[in-house]
């Protein structure tokens, strides 16, 4: 028998409601192409449909696959792509789906989430709730930010005494390999005056990330952060992926009204990604192997950062610099001094001498500082950082018996100063923030006088 249109009226309906329920980035067809070349860096693959940009992911395989790739170069209908997740499997002949764009949509219920480069979760918590705003609400020009003005304390004292920072600045940490970057940016993410704290974790150890989550943030800190992992075994574009979404994160926040910290370890292997996928789209290495986009990239990804509009909200960020073989002149490490607000010098000499934070504060700098000290302030600052460079420029000289107590005033008041300065800059990760630095310090060098 013929169906009738009362027939046909609920299937419809069904179908409609069917079709409604979809996300909004799902397609009904899935558009694709061949795989024609397998190389150890990626494969090229034809036929994907021409709105196919760079930057979108292609599933090889089913729609469900978990085998995916980012279009990293088009050329003539040739689309080389570099691999997100492993492609052993993947070989000539294979079909390739074009996926789009698949970039999450963050939203404030992420806080006191673990997800990966993709917007996945890693903590076993669940599916993560999807954001309404997919671009941030302010997009910022120079002249569309507030200034800078207003100072914050980070409880690690040498910092608070010669590097003092403000909500909204750019900040490095540099340092060479084992030297300390990870533990000092821990302290920080402990300090307090920031709604939310959202950490990129690059290229990190995968034992360390639990470690950081569970120990070092703690329960309390966790609450109201978010950390965006991608650790060095995963692929290169995960890697570069990464950093980005943790500040498109913050940068959710930031419109909000919220004041956000930005915490990235570290920047250089972000750069090391670049890297990789720069060659691997063809791009010709220019300065010590590294592609001329890596050192357009950094500023893009960092200049989103600083302090927000008039509704409040700003991101201070917080990078770690990995300094290869200790060259403090490397690429990647003098690209990032020009970018940041100030840096830190982490010294491997003061590490092994059993000083922490192994903070060389002559070497290191903050742009804001005067916005931070008083006037009494700065000029003990400035004394301190005298006596200090006279302590060390005279070391030699004094191992060698080529100084006597009384022949030069200024440098016995540096010998008797310095080394109470010194333990008073000492102050572990278990140990507790640092309140009123100026006044622990004049504690311990009246304390140090008194005994001497």
Not at 76 to 88: M, N, R, S, W
Not at 368 to 391: G, H, I, T
């Amino acid at each position: 028998m013929p169906s009738t249109a009362a027939d046909t009226g609920p299937t419809l309906e069904a179908l409609a409601a069917g079709l409604s329920a979809l996300p909004a980035a799902e397609s009904l067809v899935a558009r694709g192409g061949l795989v024609t070349a397998v190389r150890p860096d990626g494969v090229v693959v034809e036929g994907l449909p021409r709105t196919a940009c760079i930057g979108d992911i292609v599933r090889f395989g089913s729609p469900a696959s978990r085998a995916l790739g980012e279009v990293l170069h088009v050329e003539a209908g040739q689309f080389v792509i570099a691999p997100v997740t492993p492609l052993d499997r993947v070989s000539v002949g294979d079909i390739a789906l074009h996926a789009g764009n698949i970039d999450p949509v963050p939203d404030a219920r992420w806080l006191g989430r673990v997800v990966n480069a993709l917007g996945e979760p890693m903590d076993g918590k669940g599916p993560l709730p999807r954001g309404t705003q997919s671009q941030p609400t302010e997009m910022l020009g120079a002249l569309g930010r507030v200034r800078v003005a207003e100072p914050f304390r980070t409880g690690v004292r040498v910092i608070d005494l010669f590097t003092p920072l403000c909500v909204g600045q750019r900040f490095g940490i540099f340092a060479g390999s084992g030297v300390g970057k990870s533990t000092l940016l821990s302290m920080l993410a402990r300090g307090g005056g920031f709604d939310a704290v959202v950490v990129g974790l690059v290229g990190e150890r995968s034992r360390e990330v639990r470690e950081f989550v569970e120990d070092t943030l703690g329960e309390e800190t966790m609450a109201r952060s978010l950390i965006v992992v991608a650790t060095g075994d995963e692929s290169a574009v995960m890697r570069r992926r990464a950093a980005p979404l943790a500040m498109r994160f913050a940068e959710a926040l930031r419109d909000q009204g919220k004041r956000v910290l930005y915490l990235l370890d570290s920047v250089t292997r972000y750069a090391h990604a670049l890297r990789e996928t720069g060659i691997s789209a063809g791009q010709p290495p220019v300065q010590r192997g590294y592609p001329a986009t890596v050192f357009s990239e950094l500023p893009m990804l960092l200049e989103r950062a600083g302090p927000g509009g008039p509704n409040g909200g700003s991101i201070t960020a917080i990078a770690t610099v990995l300094v290869d073989g200790d060259d403090h002149n490397d690429p990647v490490a003098d690209t990032m001094r020009g970018i940041l607000d100030g840096h830190l010098v982490l010294e491997r000499s003061i590490a092994d001498g059993g000083r922490y934070p192994p903070v060389n504060a002559l070497a290191s700098i903050s742009r804001l500082s005067a916005r931070v000290w008083k006037p009494q302030e700065a000029d003990l600052v400035a004394s301190l950082r005298s006596m200090m460079a006279r302590f060390e420029e005279t070391r030699d000289l004094r191992l060698l018996g080529g100084w006597k107590p009384g022949s030069d005033p200024e440098l016995d008041k540096a010998v008797s100063t310095v080394p109470h300065l010194y333990r008073a800059l000492n102050q572990r990760p278990s140990d507790p923030p640092s309140i009123d630095p100026f006044a622990e310090l004049a504690g311990v060098l009246r304390d140090g006088a008194q005994k001497s």
